[in-house]
């Protein structure tokens, strides 16, 4: 054997040695492929179907997974034939093998996911990930935030005859190293000729409460009359949130009053058609909204039972409590007889319902009235007047 190879073998066995003498299986190399979405629910309302889901939080390994770029939307539209039942839905891998790709979601949009068509893809630069990690304000934080709510997507019905049609929806999410998932569980849904939404919806503010009143749908989303109309639900939002559902059971009538309002906040209404009795309501599409900003100009009622009883050096008034929930006090008023303006005894609404006048004079026939004042300061109009006048001593 050469004597110049020994050294190079040598230290090839003890390479071979060494790798023999590590400890556990080798490591497959990571895949880095992403969850696929989860909790897909699919409803109709009006020519609308709404997709909502959540983003996987981890790779399939288990790993967590920092984000989701895109959420790619697919589709199997199906044509159904009158008369037939509605076809088995197809599994896994011939939705598959007939889906096409309906539309994107980015990363930017999931915050607002569904509020408009989808936008070109674009792979942020590296500059701009490192940003939103850094940037002020938390930005990293409120974008995972936006990523881990449910994110919706709306599409529109493009037929007249919506009963004729199957749509079933499958969801892939996209790591930001463009690695795809598999599919996510399927939604299938056959749409319904649903009622139009309400017309003419009017917001009026009263003391008590919103008075909301609309116009009754006569015909369905098809042309079809007439409207498939169970009953209303209402929604109110404010600062730009989703509308909160205010009703506990269907509205019969075209008229509900919402007295959970609060004066100077801004509200705007929506109502909808239902045409089904329960959940899901199959609801038709939001009515025009109707924003109003209810302001206290209502001032309370006058306060009642005022009666009085005068000592010698003072005159004491009592009145019955007001009711009002806003109320902030009450204001005395004094007057002589035979002068036309009352003075103000209190300085400031008190929240008792007596008073002691120290301040009259004797000999002196006096009128007193009360009113009440809301925190808005709106006063109310006067107690029904009470004569008044300091007690004479005899010696």
Not at 20 to 25: D, E, L, S, T
Not at 166 to 181: C, D, M, Q, T
Not at 288 to 306: E, W
Request: aromatic share 8%; hydrophobic share 40%; charged share 25%.
């Amino acid at each position: 054997m050469n004597q110049a190879r020994l050294p190079i073998i040598s230290i090839l066995l003890l390479a071979v040695l060494a790798a023999c003498g590590h400890k556990g299986a080798l490591l497959p190399p990571l895949v880095n492929i992403p969850g696929p979405p989860s909790d897909l629910k699919l409803l109709q309302r009006g020519d609308k179907l709404i997709l909502g889901w959540k983003n996987p939080a981890t790779f399939i390994d288990g790993r967590p997974l920092e984000a989701v770029s895109a959420v790619d939307i697919w589709l199997v539209e199906e044509t159904l034939e009158t008369g037939k039942p509605v076809p088995k839905q197809p599994t896994a891998d011939e939705f598959a093998a007939k889906a096409k790709l309906e539309a994107q979601v980015l990363r930017a949009q999931f915050a607002a996911a569904g509020k408009g068509p989808p936008a070109p893809k674009q792979k942020p630069s590296g500059a701009e990930d490192q940003a939103k990690k850094t940037g002020p304000g938390g930005a990293a934080k409120k974008e995972k935030q936006a990523e881990a709510a449910v994110l919706s997507y709306e599409y529109t019905l493009k037929t007249d005859k919506p009963a004729l049609k199957r749509y079933i929806f499958g969801l892939k999410a996209e790591s930001s190293k463009n690695k795809v998932s598999d599919f996510s569980s399927l939604a299938a849904i056959v749409p319904k000729a649903l009622a139009a939404p309400p017309t003419g919806l009017q917001a009026a503010a009263g003391n008590e409460s919103i008075e909301l009143r609309w116009e009754a749908p006569t015909s369905n989303i098809d042309g079809s009359r007439p409207a498939a109309l169970k009953g209303y639900n209402v929604y109110r939002s404010e600062g730009g949130a989703p509308g909160v559902h205010l009703n506990s059971s269907l509205a019969k009538e075209p008229f509900f009053a919402d007295k959970t309002f609060v004066f100077g906040t801004e509200y705007v209404y929506t109502v909808r058609a239902a045409s089904d009795e329960a959940e899901p309501f199959w609801e038709s599409a939001d009515s025009v909204p109707a924003p109003v900003q209810p302001l206290d100009i209502f001032p309370p009622q006058a306060p009642a039972g005022l009666t009085v009883l005068a000592g010698p050096d003072f005159i004491s008034l009592s009145w019955d409590a007001g009711s009002e929930k806003d109320l902030a006090g009450y204001r005395v008023w004094r007057r002589a007889l035979g002068q036309t303006e009352y003075l103000e005894l209190t300085t400031t609404a008190v929240k008792e319902t007596t008073y002691q006048d120290k301040s009259a004079d004797k000999g002196t026939r006096y009128e007193y009235v009360v009113t009440a004042e809301d925190m808005a300061g709106n006063r109310s109009p006067n107690s029904a007047p009470v004569p008044g006048q300091l007690r004479e001593v005899r010696s």
